[in-house]
């Protein structure tokens, strides 16, 4: 009796075991299928924008916080969103699309001259500025194991930043008065609106660390010179097989040096802006 119950039992037995081995392969083959990815992303992020325009170097400098002369709100969420694909064993792309978007008031201490106005003191400035990012980049992995992958990037990347002012001005072009004309141009309501943008090639690095099967270690670097430079540190949570959550901080800085009338109408101009501050990702894997 116990010969013949035994027989039954090992070939369940056996056949358990080879279904949990099927299951361990499937799962692994799925893991290893899924090859492209969507991230959306937001950041609690504390900004710091500051402008230095120079008259060709010999005229005065103005030097301008967009938070305390604007009246910008220094905390505000940037947002963006990443789409990714691994080709092959090592080689991955990216596209990475951010924007963050902050309103302000301030009154006026003195004159402030921007995008080709004069807005006078004492009067009430509306301001909205707008920063926006596009990067590509290409990756390839040197290191690769079960628990390891870290490689390099190489790319380029876009920045961008609007604005329009709001307030009770005068047109500089009309500065001086023209001969004959009677007098200065009335201060009256004005608006102003400018854009300045930059394109940038960028090389950085990567590297991620698989702590337990759920848990994911990650960070991050950018640059495209000692100005512009991003990094990023997070941990993820794998929730199943498609959708993971990752937590962490980021940092970035874009510098725009070039020519424009943005502060004092100068030809030459250095646009210097930080975003810092805790990170939340949510990412889809298919």
Not at 123 to 146: K, P
Request: net charge positive; glycine share 10%; hydrophobic share 40%.
């Amino acid at each position: 009796m116990t010969m013949q119950l035994r027989a039954p039992v090992l070939a369940v037995l056996a056949a358990l075991a080879g279904a949990a081995g099927n299951a361990r392969a499937q799962a692994a083959d799925d893991t290893a299928a899924l090859r492209n990815w969507i991230q959306l992303y937001g950041v609690a992020a504390t900004w710091e924008l500051n402008s230095v325009a120079n008259s060709f170097g010999i005229g005065t400098n103005a030097q301008f916080n967009a938070e305390s002369d604007l009246g910008l709100p220094r905390h505000r969420p940037y947002t963006g969103v990443q789409l990714g694909r691994r080709i092959g064993e090592r080689w991955r792309v990216e596209l990475d699309y951010g924007w963050g978007r902050r309103k302000g008031s301030r009154t006026l201490g003195s004159d402030l001259d921007a995008d080709n106005v004069r807005y006078a003191a004492g009067s009430a400035l509306q301001s909205q500025v707008t920063l926006t990012t596009l990067r590509v980049t290409g990756g390839w992995s040197m290191v690769q194991t079960e628990q390891v992958e870290a490689g390099l990037l190489i790319g380029g990347h876009h920045v961008q930043l609007s604005r329009h002012l709001q307030g009770q001005g005068q047109s500089l072009s009309l500065l001086p008065p023209p001969p004959g004309a009677s007098g200065p141009p009335a201060v009256q309501a004005s608006a102003s609106d400018g854009s300045d943008s930059v394109i940038w090639p960028l090389a950085g690095a990567f590297v991620s660390y698989q702590w337990t099967p759920a848990w994911r270690l990650g960070a991050r670097l950018l640059f495209t010179n000692s100005h512009n430079v991003q990094w990023q540190a997070q941990a993820a949570w794998k929730i199943d097989r498609h959708w993971s959550v990752a937590a962490g901080y980021l940092q970035a800085r874009h510098n725009i040096d070039g020519v424009s009338c943005f502060i004092g109408c100068s030809p030459r101009y250095l646009i210097d802006s930080l975003i810092q501050g805790p990170s939340l990702t949510f990412q889809l894997a298919f």
